[in-house]
């Protein structure tokens, strides 16, 4: 595991490097938040009352095989929404599904990056930043970064009475599993961006989830996850990753799914010394469906 940053301080923290996060939704907000995230421009009489924060707030840098994932979880549910609006919506007020739980950003500019990069460029002697910056401007790895947004809730929307788990210890699995589940979207993009299985990514990134969380593969409470069982499909999640044309057959499928669910639990209590990412890998490597 990597570095974790705790408590309220989370969200003043990245907007050091995201100073966006200091404009407000509102209408006309765009203008504000292009000068933020395009010039690293913070606001007038910048601040961060729009957030709520908590103490449960979390920055953490996960460890994987494809390098480190920056994950953040808010406790808050508004808080999230917000974010949400700040960075993928330009500040603009719009509503944000209740089912998006977590989401992952690419390419974003981090004012920090570019600050220590100024810093270090003088500290070697450079004397044209702004030359200097538009060369690095140019490279999308040079001070752009990769991050997931996570918010609390059930993992799946699933509640605890259809799980072994308590009210309150599934609560806090539910935020293992999800972020170890996007992490592993993150781990598969960088190692294997060709290599798109809707359904069996959805399946595999469920399997790093309880792993992380949970220390073991459970088949049946994947199921209940994507909505499979052994006579079909009965509502979850496996429809949102099915095309239309693949719909009319679901409960065809749904099998297929459950039985390689099955498989997959045998596989899983088979390693001796299990490393969640690298089982990932191999899994993604030797797909048991097709879809």
Same mark, same amino acid.
């Given at each position: 595991?990597?570095?974790?940053?705790?408590?309220?301080?989370?969200?003043?923290?990245?907007?050091?490097?995201?100073?966006?996060?200091?404009?407000?939704?509102?209408?006309?907000?765009?203008?504000?938040?292009?000068?933020?995230?395009?010039?690293?421009?913070?606001? #007038?009489? /910048?601040?961060?009352?729009?957030?709520? $924060?908590?103490?449960? @707030?979390? !920055?953490? %840098?996960? +460890?994987?095989?494809?390098?480190?994932?920056?994950?953040?979880?808010?406790?808050?549910?508004?808080?999230?929404?917000?974010?949400?609006?700040?960075?993928?919506?330009?500040?603009?007020?719009?509503?944000?599904?209740?089912?998006?739980?977590?989401?992952?950003?690419?390419?974003?500019?981090?004012?920090?990056?570019?600050?220590?990069?100024?810093?270090?460029?003088?500290?070697?002697?450079?004397?044209?930043?702004?030359?200097?910056?538009?060369?690095?401007?140019?490279?999308?790895?040079?001070?752009?970064?990769?991050?997931?947004?996570?918010?609390?809730?059930?993992?799946?929307?699933?509640?605890?009475?259809?799980?072994?788990?308590?009210?309150?210890?599934?609560?806090?699995?539910?935020?293992?599993?999800?972020?170890?589940? #996007?992490? /592993?979207?993150?781990?598969?993009?960088? $190692?294997?961006?060709? @290599?798109? !299985?809707? %359904?069996? +990514?959805?399946?595999?990134?469920?399997?790093?989830?309880?792993?992380?969380?949970?220390?073991?593969?459970?088949?049946?409470?994947?199921?209940?996850?994507?909505?499979?069982?052994?006579?079909?499909?009965?509502?979850?999640?496996?429809?949102?990753?099915?095309?239309?044309?693949?719909?009319?057959?679901?409960?065809?499928?749904?099998?297929?799914?459950?039985?390689?669910?099955?498989?997959?639990?045998?596989?899983?209590?088979?390693?001796?010394?299990?490393?969640?990412?690298?089982?990932?890998?191999?899994?993604?490597?030797?797909?048991?469906?097709?879809?």
């Amino acid at each position: 595991m990597g570095e974790s940053i705790l408590g309220a301080g989370v969200i003043a923290q990245l907007a050091k490097r995201f100073p966006q996060l200091y404009v407000a939704p509102a209408e006309g907000a765009q203008d504000a938040h292009r000068a933020a995230s395009g010039r690293g421009i913070a606001p #007038e009489g /910048a601040n961060l009352d729009h957030f709520i $924060t908590s103490v449960e @707030d979390e !920055l953490r %840098v996960v +460890d994987t095989p494809a390098g480190p994932v920056e994950v953040v979880f808010l406790r808050e549910r508004a808080d999230f929404e917000t974010l949400l609006q700040i960075i993928g919506h330009k500040a603009q007020p719009v509503p944000i599904n209740r089912t998006v739980g977590a989401i992952t950003y690419r390419g974003l500019a981090d004012w920090g990056k570019v600050s220590a990069l100024a810093r270090a460029y003088r500290e070697a002697g450079g004397e044209d930043w702004p030359a200097e910056f538009l060369r690095l401007a140019k490279d999308p790895q040079a001070f752009r970064t990769e991050i997931i947004f996570i918010s609390e809730g059930p993992y799946s929307n699933v509640p605890a009475g259809k799980t072994p788990y308590g009210a309150a210890e599934w609560m806090r699995i539910s935020r293992e599993i999800r972020l170890h589940h #996007e992490c /592993a979207h993150v781990v598969c993009r960088r $190692t294997m961006p060709d @290599d798109i !299985l809707p %359904v069996w +990514d959805e399946i595999t990134a469920d399997v790093t989830g309880l792993l992380c969380a949970t220390g073991r593969y459970d088949a049946a409470l994947a199921g209940v996850f994507l909505g499979v069982d052994a006579s079909g499909y009965t509502g979850g999640r496996l429809a949102e990753y099915l095309k239309d044309d693949q719909k009319a057959s679901i409960d065809a499928l749904a099998r297929d799914v459950h039985d390689a669910l099955c498989r997959v639990q045998a596989q899983a209590e088979a390693v001796t010394d299990m490393r969640p990412f690298e089982f990932l890998l191999e899994l993604k490597r030797d797909p048991l469906i097709g879809f």
